[in-house]
């Protein structure tokens, strides 16, 4: 009975995940979303739906920002009124809808987060951007590297892979505590591996030393 071996792959992000974090940070909103729409509305300013990788957080961040930013004072009436539009969009029976269910165990969440429920928010938010910044650092590096391995980067590709990179360092730097990732901190993830990927820098006798390139990392 052998068990399927996946390849091996460097740049694998799957495990970079915060699913506590994610659900721990939109228990908060909703708990205060009735009571603080300004500070709601600062703590949906600090993400975007693609950083949520949790079953179902991304489209209900989705149904709170709508609500957040269409409503003079959004509540969690008007989420569950995104959610059900969602679900009339899609098809699909809002009776049994799972994002309605997910939002009715994250209101049962917010019972313990009590009057820190907007700290508690904005602690998770760090958390959610900052592995959210840590699988674009690795993506960039991967098409870096990739595209050197390969032979197929231009230069004009490598300044974009910089400038990208760049963006992500200000983007945790600005709402992650001021803490920014380092190109060395991206690919730490990987780097430790056996198989890490080289490049060749064309000396013959230096690839043959380092038995194909400088290594990444």
């Known amino acids: 009975t052998r068990k399927p071996v996946r390849p091996f792959d460097p740049f694998d992000t799957s495990d970079i995940l915060c699913e506590s974090a994610e659900r721990q940070y939109l228990a908060g909103v909703l708990d205060v979303l009735d009571t603080d729409t300004a500070r709601v509305r600062d703590l949906v300013a600090m993400l975007e739906p693609s950083m949520f990788k949790a079953g179902g957080c991304g489209d209900v961040f989705a149904a709170v920002r709508e609500a957040a930013t269409t409503h ?29 269910d997910l939002v009715v165990d994250l209101l049962a969440d917010t019972i313990s987060t009590g009057p820190q429920a907007a700290r508690l928010a904005a602690d998770a938010a760090r958390e959610i951007l900052e592995a959210h910044s840590r699988r674009r650092c690795i993506e960039v590096a991967a098409d870096c590297v990739r595209g050197l391995r390969d032979n197929t980067a231009t230069a004009d590709d490598l300044t974009a892979i ?18 920014s990732l380092t190109f060395v901190e991206a690919v730490e993830a990987w780097a430790k ?25």
């Open 72 to 100: 003079d004072r959004p509540t969690r009436a008007d989420v569950m009124a995104a959610i059900r539009r969602q679900a009339k969009a899609l098809g699909d029976d809002y009776a049994v809808d799972p994002l309605r």
């Open 162 to 179: 910089a400038r990208e990179l760049d963006s992500v360092r200000v983007a945790a730097a600005s709402a992650g505590n001021n803490k």
């Open 193 to 217: 591996h056996e198989t890490t990927p080289v490049i060749r820098t064309l000396l013959q006798p230096f690839d043959q030393a380092t038995e194909g390139g400088l290594p990444i990392g």
